[in-house]
C-alpha cells in the first residue's frame, strides 16, 4: 500500500519528464516554434543535411517548382561539402543549426558542450554564407534544461515541427509516407523531412503535388 503511494506519483513524474524532453511542442524548456499559425503557407523543412548526392537533387526538384525552403544542416556535414552549402544559400533557402556532431548523446550533454556544438555550426555556416543563422533545431526534438539554457546563451530560436514525416524509416513507403502528409497538412505547418534520406527526392515530389492539390502554397 505505502510502495504503491511512493511509486505511482514516481512513475507519473518520470513520465512527464520523458514527455517534455521527447515532445519538441512540450514548451517545458524551450519554447518551440511548431507552427506558424498566422500563416497560409506550407512550411518544408530538411534536416540532417549537407549530403554530398541525395541534397543536390532536393534542390533540383525546389528549384523546379520554384519553392524555398530551411535546411537544418549538421556542422560536420557541412564542413565536408561547402560548395553544398552554398548552393543553398545562393539559391535563396534558410539555413539553420542541427548542431555540429548530431551524436546520439548530445541530449545527455552538459549544455556548456552544445553551446560548443551550436556556436561551432553557426561560426561555420556564417563564414561560408556570410549570413547569420537565426534558429537551431534540436536533434531527435528533444529538448531538456541543456539546450534551454544552451539557446539563451547562443541567442539562437528553437524550432521544430508540426507534421513529422518519419522518412528516415525505410520500410515505410513513401506513398504511405505522402498520404499521411496531406491528412495532416494544416495552413502554417512545418513539415519534418531529411535530404539524407533514400528516395527523398521521390517522397518530396509526392509531397509537392498534395499541397498544390489543396491549392496552397510553399
Ligand atoms: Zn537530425
Same mark, same amino acid.
Given at each position: 500500500?505505502?510502495?504503491?503511494? +511512493? ?7 518520470? =513520465? ?28 518544408? =523543412? ?5 549530403? !554530398? ?13 520554384? +519553392? ?34 548530431? =551524436? ?6 552538459? =549544455? ?5 556544438? +551550436? ?25 531538456? !534544461? ?40 494544416? !495552413? ?18 509526392? +509531397? ?11
Amino acid at each position: 500500500m505505502y510502495l504503491t503511494i +511512493i511509486i505511482v506519483p514516481v512513475l507519473a513524474l518520470l =513520465s512527464y519528464f520523458v514527455w517534455a524532453s521527447a515532445c519538441i511542442g512540450s514548451g517545458r524548456y524551450v519554447r518551440c516554434i511548431c507552427r506558424f499559425n498566422e500563416s497560409e503557407r506550407i512550411f518544408l =523543412s530538411f534536416d540532417d543535411g549537407p549530403h !554530398p548526392e541525395r541534397t543536390s537533387q532536393i534542390l533540383d526538384i525546389l528549384a523546379q517548382h520554384h +519553392i524555398q525552403a530551411t535546411f537544418f544542416l549538421i556542422g560536420a556535414n557541412a564542413q565536408k561539402h561547402q560548395e553544398i552549402v552554398r548552393r543553398i544559400a545562393r539559391e535563396g533557402h534558410n539555413i539553420g543549426n542541427h548542431s555540429y556532431t548530431h =551524436s546520439g548523446f548530445l541530449p545527455l550533454k552538459r =549544455s556548456s558542450r552544445l553551446i560548443e556544438e +551550436i556556436d561551432a555550426t553557426s561560426n561555420l555556416l556564417e563564414t561560408i554564407t556570410g549570413r547569420p543563422v537565426e534558429w537551431y533545431r534540436p536533434p531527435f526534438g528533444v529538448t531538456n !534544461p541543456m539546450t534551454g539554457k544552451a539557446l539563451r546563451c547562443t541567442g539562437l530560436k528553437a524550432i521544430g515541427w508540426s507534421i513529422r514525416t518519419f522518412d528516415t524509416v525505410s520500410l515505410i513507403p513513401r506513398k504511405w509516407i505522402a498520404r499521411s502528409v496531406e491528412r495532416q497538412l494544416k !495552413p502554417g505547418a512545418i513539415i519534418l523531412l531529411h535530404d539524407r534520406c533514400r528516395d527523398s527526392d521521390i517522397l518530396l515530389e509526392m +509531397i509537392i503535388k498534395k499541397i498544390k492539390d489543396k491549392g496552397w502554397s510553399i
